[in-house]
């Protein structure tokens, strides 16, 4: 017989790196996505910043609304790399 393990399901949060507005989000709750993809965009001054997801996964949570004001650290939003049900 065969006896399969599966390793827990691993979360990372992406952060906000710096005070600053939410401009735009990119992800929506539920949508799979790749490391690397832009998943919220901030603004400061001016300047936009995309923050990045770290891992390939689905997004579990979003902290964030557009317009939202954030500081250094602040969660934005969570990915899940091994997902379960989410509904």
Not at 8 to 16: E, H, K
Not at 19 to 26: F, H, I, T
Not at 30 to 42: C, M
């Amino acid at each position: 017989f065969f006896l399969m393990i599966r390793r827990p399901p691993r979360s990372t949060q992406s952060r906000a790196s710096a005070a600053s507005d939410v401009y735009k989000r990119q992800v929506k709750k539920g949508e799979r996505v790749s490391g690397g993809q832009v998943g919220i965009i901030l603004e400061a001054m001016k300047m936009e910043n995309e923050i990045q997801i770290e891992n390939e996964g689905i997004v579990t949570q979003i902290f964030v609304e557009e317009n939202d004001t954030v500081d250094t650290g602040d969660p934005l939003l969570e990915c899940e790399e091994n997902p379960r049900d989410i509904s």
